[in-house]
């Protein structure tokens, strides 16, 4: 459900016209914008890929179609705003959300790795406590 919501506010979010979206006064903002939502949006992604039990390849696999999930949705949304009064289809915006995507399966990733291998050396360090007594 939180995918769900979340591709509908992107969505909404990109039908506003680009008259009516405050300006930041400094270059690339916007790709700091684009790369932020699809950092969350991979990040739903994941984990609703990864907590379903009906497709199993999904679910092996929820850092490859998370990624390839948000980056469809994000060259979707391009497209979406080429119909949007004064807004782009911008392909260094799509980058920006690729870009997103993939840092948050890099942090997830990282984060799972050090969990894991926080619990092998604690528990190499319970074995060699057991065989000192």
Same mark, same amino acid.
């Given at each position: ?13 990109? %039908? ?31 984990? %609703? ?85």
């Amino acid at each position: 459900m939180p995918v769900i919501f979340f591709c509908v506010l992107i969505f909404v979010l990109s %039908s506003i016209p680009g008259q009516y979206y405050p300006q930041v006064g400094f270059e690339f903002s916007d790709k700091i914008v684009h790369f932020g939502i699809y950092f969350l949006l991979a990040i739903t992604f994941y984990m %609703s890929l990864s907590h379903q039990n009906r497709f199993k390849l999904f679910a092996v696999h929820p850092f490859i179609f998370a990624v390839i999930f948000t980056a469809i949705y994000g060259a979707s949304d391009e497209l979406h705003q080429y119909f949007v009064p004064n807004r782009t289809c911008d392909f260094y915006d799509f980058l920006a959300n690729l870009g997103g995507a993939i840092g948050a399966m890099a942090l997830i990733y990282v984060f799972f790795e050090v969990k894991k291998n926080r619990k092998r050396i604690n528990a190499e360090i319970q074995d060699f406590n057991k065989t000192r007594v």
